[in-house]
Each structure stands twice: as structure tokens, then as C-alpha cells.
């Protein structure tokens, strides 16, 4: 049984920077692109970084340059280096891997950021 399992979450202050991880479990063969998505309370989940099997990534207009998504295939992680935090980007963020078969979601992690 596949799961993903985030961390890295936690309360920083505005301007301040974390690094989200996101390592699954299981055999989970063909992954088509990993993504970090978001949802704030009261909001939709909203897209936030995806990267492809190619390498290709793209980011939600709201990046604006601050944020980087990474992987390391061989250990089936994906990364999310979030600097310049502004108290909007307080959400739970969860990871998601897509393959041709199904998606796979983490439980999420939250981070909070402080104004």
C-alpha cells in the first residue's frame, strides 16, 4: 500500500523560510509529476508547484519566484524551499503524486506563518 508522507511544517515567521519533504512508501511505479498543493481554511485546495518526470515545473502565479520544487527520484521524494513567507501562505499543504494508474495524496502539514 502506497503512502506519502509529509513534513516540514511548522510556524515560522513572515519573511522566513521552511522546507517541505514528501517521501512515499510502497511500490509506486511510473510517477508522472509531483506537485504541492495548498487549502486555507474556508478556501479551495489550490495548486502551488508541480514538477514533471522530465524535469519541466510550474508554479502558481502566487510563487512569485519564492518557492522552488525539487525531487530526488531515486528515493520518490519531492521537495517544496519556501522563502519569503507572507502570513497568506498559511494552509495545509499536501504533496501529490500522479501516475498513470491513479494520484496519491498526503495527510497534508501545516505551516503558519506570522505576521
Known amino acids: 500500500q502506497v503512502q506519502l508522507v509529509e513534513s516540514g511544517g511548522g510556524l515560522v515567521q513572515a519573511g522566513g523560510s521552511l522546507k517541505l519533504s514528501c517521501s512515499a512508501s510502497g511500490s509506486i511505479l511510473a510517477i508522472d509529476s509531483m506537485g504541492w498543493y495548498r487549502q486555507a481554511p474556508g478556501k479551495r485546495r489550490e495548486l502551488v508547484a508541480r514538477?514533471?518526470?522530465?524535469?519541466?515545473?510550474n508554479y502558481a502565479a502566487f510563487v512569485e519566484g519564492r518557492f522552488t520544487i525539487s525531487r530526488d527520484s531515486a528515493k520518490k521524494t519531492v521537495y517544496l524551499q519556501m522563502n519569503s513567507l507572507k502570513p497568506e501562505d498559511t494552509a495545509v499543504y499536501y504533496c501529490n503524486y500522479d501516475t498513470s494508474v491513479r494520484d496519491y495524496w498526503g495527510q497534508g502539514t501545516q505551516v503558519t506563518v506570522s505576521s
Open positions: 514538477i514533471f518526470s522530465g524535469g519541466l515545473t
